[in-house]
């Protein structure tokens, strides 16, 4: 009886507390629509779309180890401290991939021009190219069934778009597949659902102990092109040359702006998008949008004058597209701290229109999320969805930290994805308001509850 007792005392107990919770956020629904009318419709209206234009048509795009991403991370730290932010640097050693000069030609059984992309960390072909018979394949699968043709052929990809996160296994590891066979070389079809004659390019993973072999992307219209002219039994020979080259790791920094915290300082809500790009477009979808909005989340909680118990940290990840390096030497000093660390958010998957917040954490956490959300009423965004995602916040949510991310309508997004047409013309400053509104309320209310996130 005494048992029963108690378990029900509990759930009252709970239930009251989560009541006290709820009307806690609920309280900030002043403080949210300030922040939201602000971004949407105050002085702040287009700022982080301007603030992204700025810098990418100063800077241009920014790979891992450039000159380009030196000059990024400099003209960031200038902006964030003449935005009154308490701003550092943080060094880590990232990788330094060249792509070089690089074209393909079909020979036989026409000429013809084939739009290429190298994928980074591949290795070049000689100095003369690579000119060898093409083997078309659709699969992994039908490459391991025609193994015995594959000897001394370039392997060219034609697998069909199912998703990025399905199909892009081609990309990251059809080099050493068709190595594996006797392959010379890959052209894989990019990865993306639409094209207008555009490869796509990204990281790509040679497999310990196979023979690294040349790889690039070539648009969706030539993977097809030659399908097409192979499934007729003509035999097509292609010239490939690429000067691509791996350098020594460099130096390089995380870019970290902060709000310190007025009642725990050393706790902290954290918000990122990676600075670093492809060498090609702009960057201004992958990430610029991202690191824009979580500069933006500050500026607009300075601006208001407005301080959180807890601090909150924008960080700007580097080399990101080489597999989250930069976020992964952060995470490597920074987690003896764990316990301190309330919520760690993420965008990088654009900055179109907002349709939910992502979120990974405990049962008690998400319910205290899905309250935060409602604040979000005036933009119509108030849906909370599992699945927070993120390269660089990856390691955070494993080891049990709270994570978010943002949700966006980015059917578009894999279109210009790693391509030249990822370009300011992508963006919206519409939309990108509604995106800073959402991050900096989200972050703003986490960071200044009463209490942590539950685990």
């Known amino acids: 009886f005494k048992n029963v007792l108690f378990g029900i005392y509990r759930k009252m107990r709970i239930k009251t507390t989560f009541s006290n919770i709820a009307a806690e956020v609920a309280g900030y629904t002043g403080v949210a629509k300030q922040i939201i009318d602000l971004a949407v419709f105050g002085v702040a209206q287009n700022r982080s779309y301007r603030r992204l234009a700025d810098f990418t048509d100063t800077v241009g795009n920014r790979v891992s180890g450039s000159h380009n991403l030196d000059r990024a991370i400099k003209y960031m730290y200038s902006a964030m401290t003449k935005d009154g932010l308490d701003v550092h640097l943080e060094p880590v050693k990232i990788p330094h991939w060249v792509r070089g000069k690089e074209s393909a030609e079909m020979i036989v059984p026409r000429a013809k021009n084939l739009a290429i992309l190298g994928l980074g960390s591949s290795v070049g072909t000689p100095p003369d190219g690579i000119q060898a018979e093409v083997l078309v394949v659709k699969s992994f ?80 219209e030539d993977a097809e092109l030659m399908w097409r002219i192979a499934q007729r039994g003509q035999k097509i020979v292609v010239k490939l040359t690429m000067g691509a080259r791996t350098l020594p790791d460099v130096d390089s920094f995380n870019t970290v702006a902060e709000i310190k915290g007025w009642q725990h300082p050393e706790q902290v809500v954290l918000l990122s998008g990676h600075l670093d790009s492809w060498d090609v477009g702009q960057g201004a979808m992958d990430d610029g949008g991202g690191a824009m909005i979580s500069w933006e989340a500050l500026s607009l909680i300075k601006d208001l004058g407005l301080r959180p118990r807890r601090t909150l940290r924008t960080v700007l990840w580097t080399a990101e597209e080489q597999g989250g390096i930069g976020a992964q ?127």
């Open 329 to 455: 030497q952060y995470y490597n000093f920074h987690k003896g701290n764990l316990s301190n660390f309330d919520l760690i958010m993420e965008s990088d998957m654009g900055t179109f229109t907002p349709v939910a917040l992502q979120f990974s954490g405990s049962d008690a956490a998400k319910k205290i999320m899905e309250e935060v959300v409602k604040l979000l009423a005036p933009i119509n965004t108030t849906k909370l969805e599992g699945g927070a995602e993120g390269t660089d916040i990856a390691l955070w949510m494993k080891a049990g930290v709270p994570g978010a991310s943002l949700h966006v309508e980015n059917s578009r997004y894999f279109w210009f994805h790693h391509t030249e047409g990822d370009t300011m013309t992508v963006q919206d400053p519409g939309d990108m308001n509604l995106c800073s509104a959402l991050w900096a309320v989200v972050a703003y209310v986490v960071a200044d509850l009463e209490d942590m996130l539950p685990r």
């Open 141 to 220: 699968e039908e490459l391991k069934q025609r193994a015995s043709d594959a000897e001394g052929k370039i392997v060219v990809f034609n697998q069909p778009f199912v998703s990025y996160g399905e199909t892009v296994a081609y990309r990251e590891y059809g080099a050493s597949e068709a190595a594996k066979v006797g392959a010379v070389a890959t052209l894989i079809r990019s990865i993306t659902p639409l094209s207008i004659n555009s490869p796509h390019t990204g990281w790509q993973d040679y497999q310990e102990g196979v023979k690294q072999i040349p790889t690039a992307c070539i648009t969706i």
